[in-house]
């Protein structure tokens, strides 16, 4: 068993971690590995998403806007 421990699998709760040492550990392949921290990865940013979207706080720049346009959107919200 590689790093079978509760205490070190509490720690890495972060994208990858659990999954590549389940892969270590012998339960699935590389492409079930890497499919899995694909799939995590993309809860994941979903989450955050929904996060950031109920922060009424949270002030929105378009990428696709000019510098000016996001700087007025900044200043407004001051």
Not at 21 to 48: H, W
């Amino acid at each position: 068993m590689f790093l079978n421990t509760r205490n070190f699998q509490q720690q890495c709760k972060d994208c990858g971690y659990k999954e590549t040492i389940q892969y270590l550990n012998g339960e699935f392949s590389k492409e079930d590995l890497i499919e899995k921290i694909k799939m995590e990865s993309r809860r994941y940013a979903k989450r955050q998403l929904t996060w950031f979207r109920r922060n009424q706080e949270i002030v929105w720049l378009d990428g696709e806007k000019n510098m000016d346009y996001n700087l007025d959107v900044i200043l407004s919200k001051i």
